[in-house]
T-cell receptor, first 112, second 114 residues
Framework: TQLLEQSPQFLSIQEGENLTVYCNSSSVFSSLQWYRQEPGEGPVLLVTVVTGGEVKKLKRLTFQFGDARKDSSLHITAAQPGDTGLYLCAGEVIQGAQKLVFGQGTRLTINP | EAQVTQNPRYLITVTGKKLTVTCSQNMNHEYMSWYRQDPGLGLRQIYYSMNVEVTDKGDVPEGYKVSRKEKRNFPLILESPSPNQTSLYFC?????????????FGNGTRLTVT
């Protein structure tokens, strides 16, 4: 069962545009992590959000955790070609032991 | 340099021929895990280990084995590979498996089973 749905799965935009990627679930998460993966490499952690409603900024990237801790968004302002990559959200679900569940990913392409 | 090292990076094999993908981390992490990544399905956990000699099944453990005899190593074993195990495999580790403990991933092993 896929607990985390990311949308869109593919996004191709021009340099300088803004975009938002969504990560949604019907489950409550104790925290949510965002990773970026580039071709030939493993995912690299960008940010972890823990508190409902929390907003974190990483340069031009803004991450928000939903108030109910069921969803999250990643907003990129003035996208650059260097932002190109696969973005993955991952939620921590407490099921006895803590478990990290990944979304399908959003493949982002920023065209010069 | 702190890292998770997987070998090999690429592997092509035939159905039924046993293989091992090695994973080693130099960060003294307690927690290690194996994932497979398939288009449209994201990362799915195969097995994980909370510490030495402690392993447990993830979401898709069928056809795989693991061992954790030393803290730094966590090999993935396919006793009799089948074509549906063709995938991109990632090993990951973290200091411990708890909230805010980020995963550090290796660079992946692309496996093709014919």
């Amino acid at each position: 069962t896929q607990l985390l749905e990311q949308s869109p799965q593919f996004l191709s935009i021009q340099e300088g545009e803004n975009l938002t990627v969504y990560c949604n679930s019907s489950s409550v998460f104790s925290s949510l992590q965002w990773y970026r993966q580039e071709p030939g490499e493993g995912p690299v952690l960008l940010v972890t959000v823990v508190t409902g409603g929390e907003v974190k900024k990483l340069k031009r990237l803004t991450f928000q955790f939903g108030d109910a801790r069921k969803d999250s968004s990643l907003h990129i302002t003035a996208a650059q070609p260097g932002d190109t990559g696969l973005y993955l959200c991952a939620g921590e679900v407490i099921q006895g032991a803590q478990k990290l569940v990944f979304g399908q990913g959003t493949r982002l392409t920023i065209n010069p | 340099e702190a890292q998770v090292t997987q070998n090999p990076r690429y592997l092509i094999t035939v159905t039924g021929k046993k293989l091992t993908v090695t994973c080693s981390q130099n960060m003294n992490h307690e927690y290690m895990s194996w994932y497979r990544q398939d288009p449209g399905l994201g990362l799915r956990q195969i097995y994980y280990s909370m510490n030495v000699e402690v392993t447990d099944k993830g979401d898709v453990p069928e056809g795989y084995k693991v061992s954790r005899k030393e803290k730094r190593n966590f090999p993935l074993i396919l006793e009799s590979p089948s074509p549906n195990q063709t995938s991109l495999y990632f090993c990951a580790s973290s200091l411990r498996r708890q909230i805010n403990s980020p995963l550090h991933f290796g660079n992946g092993t692309r496996l093709t089973v014919t």
